[in-house]
């Protein structure tokens, strides 16, 4: 608490963020940060006819294919196995690079390879499904690794500025989940094709990916505020050494309780989000719109992200909780695991062969999700917030990248989960 108003002290003598140009600028990232996962997961229905039986015109939830079946595991598998490659190209050879140049260079290849997939849209792909599921793949992993790569890079930026400055970032990425959601739950409103609602997905986080790439490059080169703070990390080049393993350990000891909490909280999430509450079905299937086309966008994904994005906000907001001991957090953290994962696999998820279905009624399935939902919105944010409270202001910068760095080992070794959970039920 008294190092954090001794530092607030100090930034009151600096330039101010005229506008709060910055301050929106570092949301804006929270929420392309977070895009481009969120929007191949969200764009479910697109998926599903892609990898649909091309045999058959009758559409049953009790019998997709195995691409269908697989298709949310298999990016939550190729998502966090690159994101670790993407951690160790960052820390390992990401000192030899121009931190702007990383940042803008990885947003870069992120549109690119969004074009790409936008393209696959009016191809045919029914011939050749397997390959194309590969390619999807691939195109996932890469753009995952991108994505490693500029958060990295964007905390090392971050860390320089006031503490407040994390928050943003963090409500941002919950916004990310709201609007992706919210834009599947419009496109099937107006009742455009599969196929032109993912185009629309995917044009939009183009325009998004490079409005938010001319947002940066703008306050790097004309926001006083902005430059003040990164003055040293504008002209950061090869000289920049790799940190020592020393220093790694010492990391993860001071922030081992936010370690835990995220290690905790990816449990669950690798488990049971998207990989199973996609295939969630409603307990009126087959009776209207609602049960049909609406009910899992709504419930699997909407309810999901306002959720995510209150339990982010009010966590932000409560800054008096951060004070508290930590080890509270990590133990609220290990007790989700024994009643989130149960509840949800135990909801109407089709197919199954295994287990019994406890909770059939939609009801049921959206009080989980509600406080699955808020607690991991809660959890995340606490998570990242803790850090700045364990470790001293000049160690900050290698608390930051040990943690995503973790993170990603986490998510890379832990991304099977969604599948074994799939072939469980």
């Known amino acids: 608490m008294g190092s954090t108003e001794v530092d607030n002290e100090k930034f009151d003598h600096e330039p101010k963020d005229k506008y709060l140009l910055v ?10 940060h977070f895009l481009p996962a969120t929007f191949f997961v969200t764009a479910h229905d697109y998926w599903m006819y892609k990898f649909r039986d091309t045999t058959s015109d009758i559409i049953d939830s009790s019998h997709r294919t195995t691409l269908q ?32 140049f990383k940042l803008y260079g990885s ?17 045919d792909t029914d011939s050749w499904q397997t390959g194309f599921f590969v390619l999807t793949m691939l195109m996932v992993g890469t753009i995952n690794t991108m ?13 320089k500025f006031q503490p407040d400055y994390l928050g943003p970032y963090l409500n941002g990425q ?11 739950l419009l496109s099937l409103a107006v009742g455009i094709s599969t196929t032109k609602s993912a185009l629309v997905y995917f044009w939009v986080v183009i325009g998004l990916l490079i409005a938010c790439l001319l947002s940066l490059i703008a306050i790097g080169r004309s926001n006083t505020f902005y ?8 002209h950061e080049k090869a000289e920049r050494r790799m940190m020592t393993w020393r220093e790694f350990f010492s990391a993860v000891k001071s922030i081992w309780r936010s370690l835990a909490v995220l290690l905790f909280y990816l449990l669950v999430v690798n488990t049971t989000h998207p990989a199973i509450t996609s295939l969630i079905v409603s307990e009126g299937e087959g009776q209207g719109d609602w049960n049909d086309v609406y009910f899992v966008p709504t419930t699997t994904f909407v309810l999901a992200a306002v959720g995510d994005y209150i339990g982010r906000f009010v966590t932000v907001k409560l800054k008096p909780l951060t004070n508290l001991d930590g080890i509270w957090f990590v133990a609220f953290s290990a ?25 059939p009624h939609d009801y049921q399935y959206i009080l989980i999700m509600v406080f699955f939902s ?21 160690k900050l910068e290698d608390a930051y990248q040990v943690n995503i760095m973790v993170a990603a080992v986490l998510m890379g070794s832990l991304s099977f989960l969604g599948f074994v959970s799939v072939q469980l039920l």
């Open 23 to 32: 301050y929106a600028v570092f949301g804006f990232f929270g929420i392309i």
């Open 335 to 359: 007790a989700r695991v024994a009643i989130f994962i149960p509840l949800i696999m135990l909801c109407n998820v089709q197919p199954r062969s295994h287990l019994n279905v406890v909770f």
């Open 374 to 394: 808020l607690s991991n919105g809660f959890l995340f944010s606490i998570g990242n917030l803790l850090i700045p409270k364990t470790v001293p202001p000049e």
């Open 107 to 123: 947003l870069l290849i992120i549109v690119v390879l969004y074009v790409i997939a936008a393209i696959f849209i009016h191809i």
């Open 69 to 100: 079946a697989e298709f949310s595991a298999s990016v939550t598998i190729s998502t966090h196995v690159t994101g670790v490659l993407g951690s160790f190209l960052t820390l390992f050879f990401g000192h030899k690079l121009n931190v702007h």
């Open 227 to 234: 430059r003040h703070y990164n003055s040293k990390t504008t």
């Open 147 to 159: 994505n490693t790569v500029a958060g990295l890079t964007f905390f090392s930026i971050l860390y």
């Open 174 to 184: 919950g916004v990310a989940g709201i609007f992706t959601s919210c834009l599947q």
